[in-house]
């Protein structure tokens, strides 16, 4: 991989229901959920930007990293990091990446959610390889051949023996949306879904040209690097 191309868009948007609290901040093995992944991108990228809902957490975050670390936060990676202000409030993901792809300093991110503190380096190492053997593609998607969906887990249609028996549209639906690679060339597309009140990210998907679609088959992805903390009773059972 050649190291520092591109950009990464972490989405630490609002408060989670089911936490009751900002997730990003929570703090798991001595340190903020956040800085996990932070200190994981070290080396991999040119740029981060971390995607807040309003100045207030914008404060709050900097205040919470700063004392988590020797120097001020900007200054302990080997990559430029940004706090930015949602551009459209209270629209989801969808916002904050279309927000995440206008202040990038690259053509491509990859996308993480701030609660992944389980990502590795191999992960990002791996996704930026691909988007590099991508001819001009518009998004790296990682997919699963199994629901990845709790709701979706006894229903035959999502579930498949072999990547070989899935369309496109099952790919999407079974994909991890916000742990893949985007194109910045594409914020049209994605102000468009908003301008539509559309906030899925997979019709952000569905209305890309050329994607790679990797399937996470442990051994070039694995699961373990989309595992998230969605209830403090998993992070009480992790730590």
Do not use: W
Request: charged share 30%; with cysteine; hydrophobic share 35%.
């Amino acid at each position: 991989m050649s190291e520092k191309l591109y950009s990464c868009i972490i989405l630490s948007g609002g408060m989670s229901r089911r936490m009751g609290e900002d997730k990003g901040s929570m703090i798991i093995q001595g340190k903020p959920m956040i800085l996990h992944i932070l200190e994981r991108l070290n080396g991999k990228i040119n740029d981060a930007v971390i995607v807040l809902n309003n100045q207030e957490r914008i404060n709050s975050y900097n205040e919470l990293l700063n004392a988590y670390v020797p120097v001020k936060i900007e200054e302990n990676f080997t990559y430029s990091l940004e706090f930015i202000e949602d551009e459209v409030k209270d629209k989801g993901p969808v916002a904050g990446i279309m927000t995440g792809l206008k202040n990038i300093k690259t053509d491509y991110a990859l996308v993480l959610p701030c609660d992944s503190p389980f990502i590795s380096e191999d992960n990002i190492k791996t996704m930026f390889d691909l988007l590099e053997s991508s001819e001009n593609t518009d998004a790296v998607i990682p997919y699963h051949t199994k629901a990845n969906k709790d709701r979706l887990k006894n229903k035959r249609e999502f579930n498949f023996k072999s990547s070989s028996e899935m369309s496109r549209y099952m790919k999407i639906e079974n994909s991890e949306p916000l742990h893949s690679i985007y194109k910045k060339d594409n914020l049209d597309i994605i102000s468009k879904l908003l301008e539509d009140d559309n906030l899925y990210v997979k019709s952000f998907i569905k209305n890309l040209k050329c994607v790679n679609f990797v399937e996470v088959d442990n051994e070039v992805l694995f699961e373990d690097d989309f595992k998230n903390f969605n209830r403090k009773e998993d992070i009480e059972s992790f730590e």
